[in-house]
Structures are given as structure tokens and as C-alpha cells.
């Protein structure tokens, strides 16, 4: 074993003993940067932040919990910042919404196929969902 003097030396130097585990948590900050930012965990795959494939490293995540060989203690942490495992579900619910909010509204679902609903293409959305039904 490694004499706790030395040891105390590289640590003192900044040696990482668990590389991997230092890797994720490095990630894992840029993601907290991100969410800070943008009020959002739902990072586009091809981002970058400060550098880093954020965007890859994320939906790697997902896939890794999708395969269930994500380690708890990550996943835990990253629900907990407000990852969004299902992105199309999630997504389907968020347009959902989007509707309800306009026949509140309107007092009919009968949106125009060209019409925004807080930014969000709520016609094409709503089409699309009609065209699956055929």
C-alpha cells in the first residue's frame, strides 16, 4: 500500500485517485452551470459547455438509465437538478398543455395549423398528433 505520508504528498499536488468519479462530478457541474443559466437540464446533444460535450455526456446519462447501469447515487443526483429522462414524453405533455392553455382560452382546440402557444409551433404540434391518429 501506498505510505499515507506519499499518499498525503500527491494529494497535497492534486492527484485524483478516482479519475472516473472526478470526470462525472466535472460534468455534472457543467450541467448545474447550465440549468443555472437556462433554467433548463434539457441540453441540446451537440452543446458545448466551457469546452466540454455536455450534450453527449448527457445523453449518454440517459442511456445509461435506459440500460439501468447508471450508477443510483448519479442518478439520484441528477433528478434532483431536474433531468428529464423521457424527453419525447415529457415533451408530448408539455404541448399538451400548450393546448389545454388555448381552449381555456379560446374555448376550442381548433388551432390554426401556423399558430405559436407561448413560442411553441402549438398547430403543427396538433396536426402532427392528428396525423398519427389516421
Do not use: I
Request: with cysteine.
Amino acid at each position: 500500500t501506498l505510505d499515507h505520508k506519499y499518499q498525503k504528498q500527491l494529494e497535497e499536488l492534486g492527484v485524483v485517485w478516482n479519475v472516473l468519479e472526478n470526470q462525472w462530478e466535472e460534468m455534472f457541474a457543467l450541467l448545474v452551470q447550465f440549468q443555472e443559466r437556462e433554467g433548463t437540464c434539457n441540453v441540446p446533444r451537440s452543446h458545448k459547455e466551457d469546452g466540454s460535450n455536455l450534450g453527449t455526456w448527457l445523453d449518454l446519462q440517459r442511456k445509461l438509465k435506459k440500460k439501468k447501469t447508471l450508477d443510483h447515487k448519479y442518478q439520484k443526483k441528477l433528478e434532483e437538478l431536474g433531468v428529464v429522462w423521457y424527453l419525447l414524453e415529457n415533451q408530448w405533455e408539455e404541448m399538451f398543455a400548450l393546448l389545454v392553455q388555448f381552449q381555456q382560452r379560446e374555448g376550442t382546440c381548433n388551432v390554426p395549423a401556423l399558430h405559436k402557444e407561448d413560442g411553441l409551433n402549438l398547430g403543427e404540434w396538433l396536426n402532427a398528433q392528428r396525423q398519427l391518429k389516421k
